[in-house]
């Protein structure tokens, strides 16, 4: 576990910071911007990149993906350069929940798939990659996005292991379950062999 060190009243504000950024629905922005209408009537409701490529719009679906990584990444290297580890990993913490439950939507946000990679990145750039490659990896076989966000998510504790990241395996118990959580009716789908496939509508 990493210890605590700095002090309660810094760390409310980088969980604040890092909350705040992760709300930002890019999601929701980018489609209102290149006039997609409103994601959360289509398709699966859902505000991230999977369902942005449902709408037919690679672009937009791209971009989704890289700021929704992004700004979990940038809450990550931003506490990380002011303050110290227990502050970074705080603020990853914070901005994969923003992301979940953002402010901005009254509550109801994403599953955290994006941004949880992007967190890990920031985190531990080797442990990111290991955890994006078995992203990539289940993605390839098995054209399932939700699946691919489970395995990533799981296999983090795995990698944190790997590379000597002990410090990091409590943060990446937590972060896996949030993610496994907001992925629940994407469970009872894939256990009953429904869930759709990448960039099937």
Not at 58 to 76: E, P, S
Not at 85 to 106: M, S
Not at 185 to 198: D, F, M, S, V
Request: hydrophobic share 50%; glycine share 14%.
């Amino acid at each position: 576990m990493t210890p605590i060190d700095t002090p309660i009243l810094i760390l409310g504000l980088w969980a604040a910071v890092g909350y705040g950024m992760g709300s930002v629905p890019f999601g929701i922005v980018l489609s209102r911007l290149m006039g997609l209408g409103d994601l959360r009537k289509q398709g699966s409701g859902n505000i991230g990149a999977t369902n942005v490529l449902r709408t037919g719009n690679k672009t937009a679906a791209a971009l989704t993906l890289i700021l929704d990584g992004g700004k979990g990444t940038a809450a990550v290297l931003l506490a990380r350069a002011i303050s110290g580890e227990d502050a970074t990993q705080l603020a990853g913490l914070a901005a994969l929940i923003g992301h979940c439950f953002p402010i901005f939507l009254k509550f109801k946000g994403g599953k955290g798939a994006a941004t949880f990679l992007g967190v890990m990145l920031g985190l531990s750039f080797p442990l990111g990659l290991a955890c994006c490659a078995s992203w990539l990896a289940t993605a390839y076989f098995m054209r399932i996005s939700s699946l691919s966000a489970l395995v990533a998510a799981a296999s983090s504790l795995l990698w944190a292991a790997v590379f000597g990241q002990a410090q990091m395996i409590g943060l990446c118990a937590v972060l896996a379950l949030l993610v496994i959580e907001r992925h629940r009716a994407n469970i009872a789908r894939l256990t009953a062999g429904t869930e759709p496939k990448i960039g099937q509508k």
